[in-house]
């Protein structure tokens, strides 16, 4: 079964302080990938995607993501997290071309900041 | 370019009412989909609509309907509305790029939608 997890529903970092979101999902095929961030009351941002090539991807607002095929897992990170960072992070599955508008989303990790 | 837009964005509708809401993709997008988003249940796929037709559908009964239209813009109707209808409804466009290729899906704001 197609699924995504995200281990951690809520996480508190210092200000300044790096951080990292894991994600690990279960798809039969090859997935693509993506990470989105979702403040209150809002929509979903995209941060950043991985289809292929270099394992490790750059978004915006300072995020990087690396896909490892061997652990199933796309984590997210960034090396020193902002106040304004605190937020729901969502990490999403989906397969290509005609079938692409069927995302899997995990359950959302929440990030706390603390001054 | 204009995001994805949703109207409207907040809706109180009484148990057994139906509910009708729009969603205008970006320009030159032809895909839209849409999600349900509850504290329960997360983010679930509704279904996805191309060139006027559904491509695929999720897991959610007949009385969630949806269409598009020529100008690519979409709607999705939820008949005799009960209270776990209550949630936020998002709509997310994409262009379709062909078999092989990715389809990244930019979300619009949503439709808050609270059913009593």
């Known amino acids: 079964a197609q699924s995504v997890t995200q281990p951690d529903i809520h996480i508190t970092v210092s200000e300044g302080a790096s951080l990292e979101l894991r994600c690990n999902y279960s798809?039969?095929?090859?997935?693509?990938l993506f990470w989105y961030v979702q403040s209150p009351g809002q929509g979903l941002q995209l941060l950043l995607k991985?289809?292929?090539?270099?394992?490790l991807v750059q978004g915006i607002k300072g995020f990087e993501a690396e896909f490892k095929r061997s652990q199933s897992s796309f984590n997210l990170r960034k090396p020193s997290v902002h106040w304004s960072d605190a937020a729901e992070y969502f990490c999403?599955?989906?397969?290509?071309?005609?079938?692409?508008?069927?995302?899997?989303f995990g359950q959302g990790t929440e990030l706390s900041v603390k001054p | 370019k204009a995001g994805v837009t949703q109207t409207p964005r907040y809706l109180i509708k009484t148990r057994g009412q139906q509910v009708t809401l729009s969603c205008s993709p970006i320009s030159g997008h032809r895909s839209v989909s849409w999600y349900q988003q509850t504290p329960g249940q997360g983010l679930q796929f509704l279904f996805e609509y191309f060139s006027e037709t559904q491509r695929n559908k999720g897991n959610f009964p007949g009385r969630f309907s949806g269409r598009q239209f020529s100008n690519s813009r979409s709607e999705m109707n939820v008949s005799t509305l009960e209270l776990g209808d209550s949630a936020l409804y998002l709509c997310?466009?994409?262009?379709?790029?062909?078999?092989?290729?990715?389809?990244?899906?930019?979300f619009g704001p949503g439709t808050r939608l609270l059913v009593l």
């Open positions: 798809y039969g095929a090859t997935p693509y």
């Open positions: 997310a466009s994409s262009f379709p790029r062909g078999k092989q290729s990715q389809e990244t899906q930019y």
């Open positions: 991985y289809f292929s090539g270099d394992t």
């Open positions: 999403a599955v989906g397969p290509l071309g005609h079938q692409g508008g069927k995302l899997i």
